[in-house]
């Protein structure tokens, strides 16, 4: 069960790394209040850690239900990773930042930050497999592993400001442009793979 833990633990890390993300959530609540900075990070990990519990529980019957492929999920979250690196790279003010109304904070805390960033298709199939003819042991040791990582998120996401004084605001400025990079090449790479699993081309 430990080596099971530490497993799922890797997997969850690499795809949504806190400390990666960080640069990302700065750069989108740009310009806010730091109490609208931690309502924004409350939401979007409450609302991620939802999510793909909701698809741990019920994946295989939502996407049974709705007539969603796992191909056209990749496809359309890429595009939408994509979108939002290729505006962190560009250094243009994104669309989806706010405008000061609190509509639009809970806006940037669902979309793009709570899915597809945080709760994205990679997430969300990882956490499918891992779950994949599990018993209900497994199953508690995805949730609660996946819990923790929601957590470590939350905490990067509140104590941003203490990280960006402690890197200073050039460097913040260049890893949130590594990161929108790196944002734009894995949304290309999810839907390169949507379309291959699409056409069945290997």
Not at 19 to 47: D, M, Q
Request: glycine share 8%.
């Amino acid at each position: 069960m430990l080596t099971f833990a530490l497993t799922v633990f890797t997997g969850f890390f690499a795809i949504m790394n806190p400390i990666a993300n960080t640069p990302i959530f700065l750069g989108l609540v740009e310009g806010k209040s730091g109490e609208v900075k931690k309502r924004i990070a409350r939401k979007s990990t409450l609302t991620a850690f939802l999510i793909v519990f909701s698809f741990i529980l019920l994946g295989k019957s939502i996407f049974t239900l709705f007539g969603i492929t796992i191909p056209a999920f990749k496809i359309a979250g890429g595009i939408l990773i994509f979108y939002v690196g290729f505006e962190m790279l560009m250094s243009k003010k994104s669309s989806i930042h706010s405008t000061g109304r609190k509509v639009q904070d809970d806006s940037i805390a669902i979309s793009p930050l709570a899915i597809p960033i945080l709760a994205g298709p990679g997430t969300i199939v990882a956490a499918m497999n891992f779950t994949t003819d599990a018993n209900f042991i497994h199953i508690g040791i995805v949730v609660a592993v996946f819990a923790l990582m929601i957590f470590l998120t939350w905490l990067c996401f509140t104590y941003s400001e203490l990280m960006l004084r402690k890197l200073g605001n050039n460097i913040i400025l260049v890893i949130g442009k590594l990161m929108g990079l790196i944002l734009a090449i894995i949304g290309t790479d999810m839907i390169i793979d949507g379309v291959k699993l699409a056409f069945k081309i290997t």
